[in-house]
């Protein structure tokens, strides 16, 4: 029910992001409501899932990536922040964030007002670790991080 709710209220055919760590290992980082930022081998990782990778024209640091995403594990999942985000969201797909008076993007200082205490949710998770970890600002088309979804 949470997917689909999610992909609801972002317009996307995605309800979740993670990141293959390692495609020699076949290892998967990423955070989950039940148990926080884990990892899981490709052969356990039972969803469906697409892949996509870094365009070879942009530069980033794969092994700050993944070492950001190694130092955050066992991190717990940032379930307030996923809430309160769901509710604008859905508040705005149903027309009444006028009506409410409340902002779903903003720029990154809005969105790290989401952030506590290094919990993540999925799409905040690698957005740090491509950001933070590679150096590279994996939705550039987004003025300054609003927030935004795994679509």
Known sequence: MIPSLIKWGTESK????????????????????????RAI????YKTPYDVYR????????????V????KMLA?????RSTI????????RKLKLIQLFGLKVVGNKKAADELQEDQDYF?????YAAFFIGG??????QISDAETTSPG
Request: hydrophobic content about 45%; some cysteine; charged content about 15%.
């Open 84 to 91: 309160k985000l769901g509710w604008k969201m859905g508040l």
């Open 135 to 140: 150096g590279l600002d994996i939705v550039p």
């Open 14 to 37: 995605y309800s979740h992001v993670a990141v293959i760590a390692s495609a020699q290992l076949g290892l998967i980082i990423e955070a989950i409501p039940q148990g926080g930022v």
């Open 54 to 65: 870094v365009k070879p024209d942009f530069t980033f640091n794969p092994i700050g990536v």
């Open 122 to 126: 999925c799409s905040e998770l690698v």
């Open 67 to 70: 070492s950001y995403l190694i």
């Open 41 to 44: 081998s490709v052969e356990n």
């Open 75 to 79: 991190r717990k999942y940032d379930t």
